[in-house]
Every structure is written in C-alpha cells, then in structure tokens.
C-alpha cells in the first residue's frame, strides 16, 4: 500500500508541487518500460546499528522485469529484492506507470529510518516527499546530473534523530532522462555507526 502511494505520487503529484529541477530530473518519466530477457539488475548494500526491524544487507539486488499479469495477460513490471537470505517479489506494477524501483528505495529508506529511530514512519515518508519534490539541488558533469537532498536538515526534532538529521539522498542520473537511475544512495554523515542504503545499475 505505501508503494502504491509512493507511485500515485510519482506520477501526479511532482508537477502540482512545482518540484524544482533536482526533483524534476529524479521524478523523469522513464516509462513505458521496454525491458528484455533478465531485465535490469542493481547491487544493493544495506548497513546500519543493529536494531528490532533493521536487516541489513551485505551482497544483496534488486531486479525490474517485465512479465506477464496472469489475472488479465497483459505486460505489467516486477520488482525482486533479494537480501542473500530472502527474496521477494514486489508487483505487478504497470508498464506506463512510475519508477518502481526508485519508490521502493524511498519507501526502504523510510521504513529504515523509522526502525533505527522509533520515529513515525509517515512523519518521515512525507519529509522524504516533500525534500524530493519540492527541493535538493543539481550538478551536471561528464554526461551525468547529479542530484542531491537532505530532508531534515532544518527538521524541528533533529536533536532526537540520531543522526539522521544528516541524511542525504542522492541520485546519479544517466544524460538520457528516459535511462534508469544508474545509482541511488541515501546515507548519513558522521555517527558510528551511520545509515546507508544503496542500489547500484549492474
């Protein structure tokens, strides 16, 4: 359900919100998704302080496929997470839809956050959105854009975030707005120890 919220947002919500260009190049519309035999595969690395609901991950991937809806037999997408001691299979999506594996890094980063902090996971999910649709800055070189967020730099409850307050979202983007994200980090600065999550393009 949070998925499908994040992706209703994906698709409608960046535009109302007057996303500036960070958000804009992020939120690009990628689809319709014309995926191929094993479809696209990203390394995934999870780290963090051990705590109730946190799993991190070593060696781990996600993989977008496209397959086929057996409800109806039409195309739809598929996302594989797999940690090297599970493996789920998140979908269907639509082919014409948003990112799904870009949402599924927001929503994970979320619901980590929530788990390492004890802090509301909807307080922190509409912080996200709101720094990824209306914020963060650009930087374009050697045929890529950079773009970078900090969605509770100015937070009013930084001081009890355990270091989260310093959370940065970054995104290289490929110079073809329609290509996949070619790797998505959020990670925090300084604290021991810190917060990473990153995904990867093989």
Known sequence: MAIATW???AATSAPVAQAGE???AVFAERAPWALDGDGLTWDLQVQGPAAPGFVPVEDGSVRLTRTI???DGQPV???TRDTGTDTRRIGAFPISGGDPVLVLFLEQTARDM???TGGSPFYIRNRIKDAVFRGGRIARR???AIAVFHPFADDPNAARMG??????LTFVLDGNPKAPIRQMLAATEGGTPG???RLVLE
């Open 22 to 24: 960070a958000g804009d």
């Open 77 to 79: 997408l598929q996302v």
């Open 142 to 144: 050697d045929g890529q």
């Open 114 to 116: 929530a788990a390492l």
């Open 69 to 71: 809806d057996p409800a």
């Open 7 to 9: 992706l209703g947002l």
């Open 195 to 197: 917060y990473l999550n």
């Open 163 to 168: 270091g989260f307050d310093t959370l940065a």
